[in-house]
């Protein structure tokens, strides 16, 4: 079944009902707790504003159906950037029919700026996990160092004036990324520390991104070149590694299925996605053993056998490195 609705129709249902709204942290009145809408689904938006034009946004939420919202033109004076680490979903802009497809393991930005209008689609029956970090203009302006706030050429996409159209893309989350946001995540604070602690973290992850998009634009990212023949090879490699969670092919026979030499596979590797061919594998399966955990419907020793662990031992250790919790101990956390 699918279920079509507006976004202000969406949003009136989701953060107009006052019952679903809670205080995720009793000591701060500005990290909010909103329950999904119980006739879509299961999860809640977390809604953290750190500062005056800064803030984070956590979504986590399971579809009973396949949602399609029709997302109108926009205008906004942010910059956002969104960290997917699981479910998926895809966009159509309405205007030119350009199709993305959103999966675990990307990012994706959108300057200031009038932004399309969209249709976005999201699939059912999967665990949903996204973090959002956004910063007003002025704000982003604020960090030039001079004083006419003049930020570099090549990030002045970023920031387009309300009545010109933004700019967006995407691009794949990279390790260090990745270990900022599960920070994000698993902050072990409260209070006036925590929200010190997740200022620092959103201006960490924004840092990177900046910093991503200077070398990018200015010609200076990672030297090794790769033909999109060798792209396309990179990302089959990567969906055949994911197929074998419990019994994953050796760097040679990698490389030998998906048609790419040993060498440039794992210069590719790190280069498309921010780390090894294992490191990326290592760090998948934990997600997905967390994604498991926080379903409730296995044990842990069920978990650790599907995403590939024939050692429970190996599992906990593997687990706890990751998250600096056991995985029993997670369980039922949750």
């Known amino acids: 079944m699918t279920i079509s609705i507006s976004r202000n129709f969406f949003w009136e249902i989701y953060f107009e009902d006052e019952p679903t709204k809670q205080r995720y942290d009793s000591s701060d009145e500005f990290d909010i707790l909103w329950q999904y809408p119980s006739q879509f689904g299961k999860g809640y938006s977390r809604i953290i504003e750190l500062r005056e034009g800064l803030g984070l946004l956590i979504n986590d939420y399971r579809l009973d159906d396949r949602l399609v919202i029709k997302v109108p033109e926009r205008a906004g004076d942010n910059i956002q950037y969104i960290f997917r680490l699981s479910g998926s979903h895809e966009i159509w802009d309405i205007h030119t029919r350009n199709h993305q497809t959103g999966v675990a393991g990307q990012y994706f930005f959108g300057g200031s700026g009038a932004a399309p209008s969209e249709i976005c689609a999201i699939l059912p029956e999967q665990h949903h996990l996204a973090v959002s970090v956004w910063m007003a203009r002025e704000l982003f302006c604020s960090f030039a160092g001079n004083v006419e706030r003049e930020i570099p050429s090549a990030l002045k996409c970023l920031i387009s004036p309300i009545e010109q159209s933004n700019c967006s893309g995407s691009g794949t989350t990279t390790a260090a990324m990745q270990d900022i946001v599960q920070q994000i995540l698993r902050c072990p604070y409260q209070g006036m520390t925590k929200r010190m602690y997740l200022e620092s973290k959103a201006l960490e992850l924004m840092t990177l991104i900046v910093q991503e998009e200077l070398e990018i634009k200015e010609d200076r990212h990672n030297p090794t070149l790769l033909k999109l023949d060798d792209v396309d090879r990179i990302h089959l490699a990567r969906n055949i590694l994911l197929r074998n969670l419990d019994n994953p ?78 995985p029993g101990d997670y369980l039922k956390r949750c």
Do not use: D, W
């Open 249 to 326: 092919p050796s760097l040679i026979e990698l490389a030998k299925q998906a048609g790419i030499n040993e060498r440039k596979l794992k210069e590719g590797f790190r280069f498309c996605f921010g780390t090894t061919v294992f490191g990326y594998l290592h760090n998948y399966r934990m997600e997905q053993a967390r994604s498991l955990l926080v379903a409730g419907q296995l044990s842990v020793k069920q978990v650790a056998r599907i995403i590939g662990y024939a050692s429970p031992t190996s599992f906990h250790a593997a687990f706890r490195k990751k998250f600096g919790i056991n």
